[in-house]
């Protein structure tokens, strides 16, 4: 069996199993939808402000949401997942068959990346129709930077599942590292909305670079090199710390 077809093979099985778990299809699918619904029906949210260049709070929030969606795929749903199948020991079992772990490994990041991906176009067309919230202006530079925000959040996850030998491991550091990060992608307040300081800061991490490029393409201008490149780096580092510290057994 060639490493191609064992791959395709693994991500059928992993994808009826996915379609099976409810509770992650609504955190990953329904849930940032769900949360941009609910801001959009407080009036407030609806109206134009000075202090945010004319735009309303439901316009920032888009891609807030957007970064909802990546980070319930790549911290809430995929960690315990990864580590559960070490735990019971299914990744060693795995490792003597012609299907290696590494395809497994594999099935999953498309799958989480795909998920967080239709989530995210789900958030973009809520807004839009529930809300008349304009579609990205900058095609390209969104895509761009939604992908990279995909492969951050996917190697932020991927590091939680490396450092985390049980199941339950993983759901609590997961959660430890959830909160920081729903701060940083502005779902308690848009990154737009900090404080200067706040903001500067903020717009080092990983999703808070990305809240910026996203909101940048958003609006009709290319997304920073600086937004991007923090968001890259991040990336690479995150990977390459997966890579070191995760063990199959």
């Not at 995150?238 to 890579?243: D, I, P, Y």
Request: charged share 10%; glycine share 8%; net charge positive.
């Amino acid at each position: 069996m060639s490493a191609a077809t064992a791959t395709r093979s693994v991500l059928r099985t992993e994808a009826r199993l996915f379609a099976r778990e409810p509770g992650s299809l609504f955190w990953v699918m329904v849930s940032p939808t769900v949360l941009l619904v609910i801001l959009g029906l407080i009036p407030s949210f609806q109206e134009a402000s000075d202090d945010l260049g004319g735009r309303r709070v439901i316009d920032l929030y888009v891609p807030v949401s957007v970064l909802f969606a990546l980070i319930m795929s790549g911290l809430q749903a995929m960690p315990p997942v990864l580590a559960g199948y070490r735990e019971r020991g299914i990744l060693r079992r795995m490792s003597t068959t012609p299907v290696r772990p590494g395809a497994l490994l594999t099935a999953q990041l498309a799958l989480h990346a795909v998920a967080a991906l239709l989530s995210a176009l789900l958030v973009i067309a809520a807004g839009r129709l529930a809300f008349g919230v304009a579609l990205p202006e900058n095609l390209p530079g969104y895509a761009l930077a939604l992908l990279l925000a995909v492969a951050g959040g996917l190697a932020l996850g991927g590091a939680v599942c490396a450092v985390s030998r049980t199941q339950k491991i993983a759901t609590a550091v997961g959660s430890a590292v959830f909160f920081p990060t729903m701060f940083t992608a502005g779902v308690w307040v848009p990154v737009q909305a900090m404080p200067d300081t706040v903001q500067r800061i903020v717009q080092l991490t990983p999703f808070g670079a990305a809240s910026q490029a996203l909101d940048t393409a958003a609006s009709g201008g290319w997304p920073g090199w600086a937004a991007l490149t923090v968001t890259g780096v991040w990336t690479v580092v995150l990977t390459a710390a997966s890579v070191r510290w995760f063990r199959w057994q």
